[in-house]
């Protein structure tokens, strides 16, 4: 039965108490009002709660359609029904036109009556769930809004908050697609510089030039075409963070300025002759293993030091797989709303397939999953015929034999080594990784590989 708060205004008693005795019976709460100024009283008073508000255009101090903008500038989540004894054409559109949902005529039957209010409301109540939306991605990114409960979410997590507070520079190790970026903003905004700027650029988007000029800005006639004084993201980070994704993929000429910029906050404009100074936070962020690219002549080796002062593992999606299903649930929502469809949730075999599947892509993965899947339901629930069709295929088992598992590879010891160890520490990764003398990003990714 429907379910919802309707406002009803109309001068005449009679007629009044009758739309509200149909409404009621339809199952929704009728607030009524004899005048307009009343009318706006209650919506007033109850702005949260009314979804339709269905007005007479003849009352006594004031005329509906005059009043729809007031309506509509009170209650901008709310639908607006215009009722008239004499409707005529002209009227109708011009109420259209300025955004009531709907034109009735009184004496019209009540199933239209029923209708076209049950139709305001189900769109008054998609606005709402779009407004919560949108309220809830324009809210600063923070560590309590991260979907999942998982042990290595968690501990993650608890070391991002400790960092958060200090100004070290922080690095952040995971494969692609795990939340990297979520996890950077979140310590941003827990930091004492989260009222000032937070700006990322990722290193492997921009070609060695360009990427120069974007992140140190360069001075007016430095090349042709510089016309005028660039500023570079350090300076548009001043006071705030920076945050450098992908930083593996800078080139080496550039990670010489950048350990300049951590070693003394200061870096020269392209075509400066003099150097600039530049308060931030560095936070950088990789899915390469830094220190074997450092031992390999790929990197600085100074300047992995210079970021790694504190080091956080952001967990590939297959070492949560607790957070899978309400990491699914969450877009579900948001992309229902988004798309304007009607889910209640997924089936039990949708879900199955969701935990038992190998998520190479990480949650952006899940997150493409979901979208595609909420884009191409036609029903009310998520099945899996609406998944991709690698979800079909057999996946990969710890315990399924094969060729590259023969028990004589290499590959086959190291995976019965990290089984054994992570069996001897009741599956701590941390005290795993310690054990095992390699890094705990290391051992997330062979964790992943292995399907451990």
């Known amino acids: 039965m429907p379910t919802g708060t309707l406002l009803l205004i109309d001068d005449e008693p009679s007629l009044r108490q009758l739309l509200s005795q149909i409404l009621e019976l339809e199952g929704y709460t009728v607030l009524q009002a004899a005048t307009a100024y009343r009318g706006l009283e209650l919506l007033q008073e109850h702005v949260d709660e009314i979804l339709v508000i269905l007005s007479d255009v003849k009352l006594p101090d004031g005329n509906g359609l005059a009043l729809l903008p007031r309506?509509?500038?009170?209650?901008p989540l709310a639908e607006v029904i215009l009722m008239t004894a004499y409707g005529t054409i002209p009227d109708v559109v011009q109420a259209m036109k300025q955004g009531a949902f709907d034109y009735?005529?009184?004496?019209?039957?009540?199933?239209?009556?029923?209708?076209?209010?049950?139709r305001a409301v189900d769109k008054a109540q998609l606005k709402r769930r779009v407004a919560e939306l949108e309220k809830r991605v324009a809210l600063p990114y923070t560590f309590d809004a991260m979907v999942g409960h998982s042990t290595a979410l968690n501990q993650a997590k608890s070391l991002a908050q400790r960092v958060a507070q200090t100004d070290s520079t922080v690095?952040?190790?995971?494969?692609?697609?795990?939340?990297?970026?979520?996890?950077?903003?979140?310590?941003?905004?827990?930091?004492?510089?989260?009222?000032?700027?937070f700006v990322a650029v990722n290193c492997s988007a921009f070609p060695k030039d360009l990427l120069e000029s974007e992140l140190f800005g360069y001075k007016k006639g430095a090349f042709t075409g510089a016309l005028t004084d660039k500023k570079g993201l350090l300076e548009e980070a001043n006071t705030g963070t920076l945050f450098l994704d992908e930083i593996g993929e800078l080139p080496?000429?550039?990670?010489?300025?950048?350990?300049?910029?951590?070693?003394?906050?200061?870096?020269?404009?392209?075509?400066?002759?003099?150097?600039?100074?530049?308060?931030?936070?560095?936070?950088?962020a990789t899915n390469r293993n830094l220190r074997q690219e450092a031992d390999a002549g790929h990197f600085r080796p100074d300047l992995y030091y210079r970021l790694a002062v504190f080091t956080v593992a952001v967990p590939p999606l297959n070492a949560r797989r607790e957070d899978i299903e309400p990491l699914a649930n969450h877009f579900l929502r948001l992309y229902a709303a988004k798309l304007r469809k009607r889910l209640r949730g997924m089936d039990a075999d949708f879900l199955r397939h969701l935990t038992h599947y190998n998520w190479r892509g990480n949650v952006r993965e899940l997150?493409?999953?979901?979208?595609?899947?909420?884009?191409?339901?036609?029903?009310?629930?998520?099945?899996?015929?609406?998944?991709?069709?690698?979800?079909?295929?057999?996946?990969?088992?710890?315990?399924?034999p094969s060729l590259v598992d023969d028990e004589r590879t290499l590959r086959s010891a190291e995976k019965s080594h990290i089984r054994r160890i992570l069996l001897e520490t009741h599956?701590?990764?941390?005290?795993?990784?310690?054990?095992?003398?390699?890094?705990?990003?290391?051992?997330y990714r062979k964790l992943q590989e292995y399907e451990l």
């Open 71 to 75: 309506y509509q500038e009170k209650a």
């Open 104 to 118: 009735l005529t009184k004496g019209d039957s009540d199933r239209q009556l029923v209708a076209v209010v049950s």
């Open 171 to 197: 690095l952040l190790e995971g494969p692609t697609g795990s939340g990297k970026e979520l996890f950077a903003q979140a310590i941003h905004e827990a930091s004492p510089r989260r009222t000032k700027p």
């Open 252 to 284: 080496l000429e550039l990670q010489a300025k950048l350990l300049r910029v951590l070693e003394t906050q200061q870096f020269t404009k392209i075509g400066a002759t003099k150097p600039s100074s530049a308060d931030v936070r560095i936070v950088a």
């Open 367 to 400: 997150k493409n999953v979901l979208e595609r899947a909420v884009i191409l339901a036609d029903g009310d629930v998520l099945t899996p015929e609406y998944l991709p069709a690698e979800f079909d295929q057999p996946q990969p088992s710890a315990e399924a």
């Open 427 to 443: 599956g701590n990764k941390t005290e795993t990784a310690r054990i095992l003398g390699i890094a705990l990003t290391t051992l």
